[in-house]
């Protein structure tokens, strides 16, 4: 999380201090005693905190020279949300398990699963023996069925090549553009999902004096009013609109966005509020 922990650091240089605090956590541990590190090509409901490119092949790296496995969670991720099949692959990792859900069906349905990778299916083939693990609603049919159409529209109608080269940077672009607003800190955003740090004072990177929360509260409440839904984390706000989206909602989206910033903006100095900690 560069923007609230890298410090002096770049993003590059923070990258690699992030993954090799992974490689402290497994040898203290003692890599014969972790399993898999599992996470998020980008954590979602955290706030949308992308890692910088540096992070993610230092990880794959320092699990492979430890026979570590790497699970993704591809939760929020997978299935196109980044303009690639698996935020995986835009983060150029081989993860040795795949964790998906609600984008496999667009949400229509509940549905989650797992997708194993080569090593460790020959490990349970060769050696593993019956493998009792299942739920009642396992293998539901109703869900599979959502999947499987869900799956055949989104390749019928080319939506992730869409995220990829099409509405993704054409919504990028302009939501990169509010981090010349005066309350914005940060603007980032991967494929169609995104986020904007609030902050009292771009320099410093700084937070609220306000007790954390408060001013995200604010600014959704507003967004909310005006009819964009953004979600409030710390005090970020947060954003992952369908592959469907126009280009003129896009436009429409942006327009939104600025005017609750200008919103929130004029609240907080009406409220003496816009004061670092």
Known sequence: YWWAEGGDMTPEEFGLHAAREVARAIDEAGPENVAAFIGEPIQGAGGVIIPPSTYWPEVQKICRERNVLIVSDEVI?????TGEWFGCQ??????????????????????????????????????????????TYSGHPGGCAAALANLRIMHEEKLVARVKSEIGPYLQA?????????????????GLIGALELTPDKARRARFAQEEGTVGLLCRDF???????????????ILAPPFTLSFAEADELIATAHRVLDLTYAELQARDWLKAA
């Open 223 to 237: 967004s909310f009013r005006e009819g964009l839904v953004m979600r409030a984390v710390r005090d970020s706000m």
């Open 174 to 190: 302009r939501w990169l553009k509010l981090a010349e607003h005066p309350l914005v800190g940060e603007a980032r955003m991967i």
């Open 90 to 135: 835009y983060m150029g990792v081989e993860p040795d398990l795949i964790t998906f859900a609600k984008g496999v069906t667009s949400g229509y349905f509940p549905l989650g699963g797992v997708i194993v990778g080569a090593r460790v299916a020959e490990g349970f083939i060769e050696h593993g023996g019956e493998f009792n693990h299942g739920f």
């Open 77 to 81: 991720c997978g299935f196109g949300r």
